[in-house]
C-alpha cells in the first residue's frame, strides 16, 4: 500500500516562493521514481519534474532554473522548491510514484500512465 499526500501550496505573488511537500509512507519509497505533474482546467495534466532513486533529475523546459525536485529518503518525503513563481504555474499540483519501473525509458518517464500512485493534489496560485 502507497498513499501520497501533498501539502505546501497557497497563494502568493509573482517572484515569490513555495516548496510543496509530499508524504509516502512504505518501505519501498526509496526505490520507487517520483515525479511532479500539474493540471489546470483549461490543460490536461502535465509532467513538471522527476527524480530517480538514485536523485538523478529531469525538468520541464517551462521550469528549469527555477524549480528543485529533491528526496529524503530517510523521512519518504518528496519535494518541489519553486523560485520565481510565474501566474502561469497556477495549477493543482500532484505527486506520483512509480513503483513498476514503467518510468524507466527515456519514451516513458513523463507519461501519466507511467505512474500507479497519486496524490490528491495541492492548489498552487501565483497573482500579478
Known amino acids: 500500500q502507497v498513499q501520497l499526500v501533498e501539502s505546501g501550496g497557497g497563494t502568493v505573488q509573482a517572484g515569490d516562493s513555495l516548496r510543496l511537500s509530499c508524504a509516502a509512507p512504505?518501505?519501498?519509497?526509496?526505490?520507487?521514481?517520483m515525479a511532479w505533474f500539474r493540471q489546470t482546467p483549461a490543460k490536461d495534466r502535465v509532467f513538471v519534474a522527476i527524480?530517480?532513486?538514485?536523485?538523478?533529475?529531469v525538468y520541464t523546459d517551462s521550469v528549469k532554473g527555477r524549480f528543485t525536485i529533491s528526496r529524503d529518503n530517510a523521512k519518504n518525503t518528496l519535494y518541489l522548491q519553486m523560485n520565481s513563481l510565474k501566474p502561469e504555474d497556477t495549477a493543482v499540483y500532484y505527486c506520483?510514484?512509480?513503483?513498476?519501473?514503467?518510468?524507466?525509458?527515456?519514451?516513458?518517464?513523463?507519461?501519466?500512465?507511467?505512474?500507479?500512485?497519486w496524490g490528491q493534489g495541492t492548489q498552487v496560485t501565483v497573482s500579478s
Open positions: 527524480i530517480r532513486s538514485n536523485g538523478d533529475t
Open positions: 512504505g518501505r519501498a519509497f526509496n526505490t520507487y521514481t
Open positions: 506520483a510514484a512509480d513503483s513498476q519501473g514503467h518510468s524507466d525509458n527515456y519514451y516513458s518517464f513523463n507519461r501519466r500512465w507511467s505512474y500507479d500512485y
